[in-house]
């Protein structure tokens, strides 16, 4: 099931340049290792500590292991983060971005966009982004692109196009955008980072 779930995906982006991160969190490990013994190797995760207990090991196993930070991250958890996470996705504020140049200078990163304006959710706001990417130019940062989590209740299109025009306009190649229920979607606006998580895995269980 989960093997004919991810060469479906793999299949339905094979025309884009696009890369599939497998999101991991709350999926119980023999469900790892199938995606694993099919020879992907980007995965997602959104806790560092969880992460930790899923990946410390299999780290030493699979050496070409690329793990992505998708979840919030308190500035306390960016030492460990930095060791465990190849890219991080989630940086949205200066304080944290102090934090990671401090551990991790050369860390590749996306600035997660707050494109709905949403008071629970992280990410920086439209109209913060361009000091917040200067910010980020001055400390000499690895930024790779933007990434957002759209609203649940607006078209996800809005708001990948919105993505994608700011990303632009900062001369960022990168997109992070697109879930199990509209990739497909957001590789037509764009997306080079698609992040998919039940429709390879099935559901999560926590
Ligand atoms: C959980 C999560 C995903 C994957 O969600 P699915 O709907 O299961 O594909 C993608 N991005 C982020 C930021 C997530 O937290």
């Not at 070409?64 to 996470?85: E, M, R, S, Y």
């Not at 306009?169 to 764009?190: C, F, I, R």
Request: proline share 4%; hydrophobic share 40%; aromatic share 6%.
């Amino acid at each position: 099931m989960i093997t004919a779930n991810l060469q479906n995906i793999k299949d339905n982006i094979k025309q884009y340049d696009a890369e599939l991160i497998a999101v991991s969190k709350k999926q119980p490990d023999e469900r790892i290792d199938e995606v694993l013994a099919c020879g992907h190797r980007v995965f997602g995760e959104n806790r560092v500590q969880e992460a930790e207990a899923r990946w410390d090991q299999r780290r030493n196993q699979y050496p070409d292991l690329k793990l992505h930070l998708i979840g919030p991250l308190q500035t306390n958890k960016v030492k460990a983060a930095c060791v465990l996470f190849d890219v991080i996705q989630t940086l949205d504020r200066e304080k944290l971005a102090r934090e990671i140049i401090k551990h991790a200078p050369d860390m590749p990163c996306f600035i997660q966009v707050n494109t709905g304006d949403e008071d629970q959710k992280t990410g920086i706001s439209i109209n913060e982004l361009q000091d917040f990417h200067n910010f980020c130019r001055d400390l000499k940062m690895n930024i790779l692109g933007l990434m957002c989590i759209p609203p649940i209740d607006e078209p996800a299109g809005l708001h990948f196009g919105l993505l994608a025009q700011n990303a632009k306009q900062l001369g960022l190649k990168h997109l992070s955008m697109g879930m199990s229920n509209d990739y497909s979607l957001a590789l037509e606006y764009g997306a080079t980072h698609i992040r998919v998580g039940s429709k390879i895995f099935g559901e999560r269980i926590s």
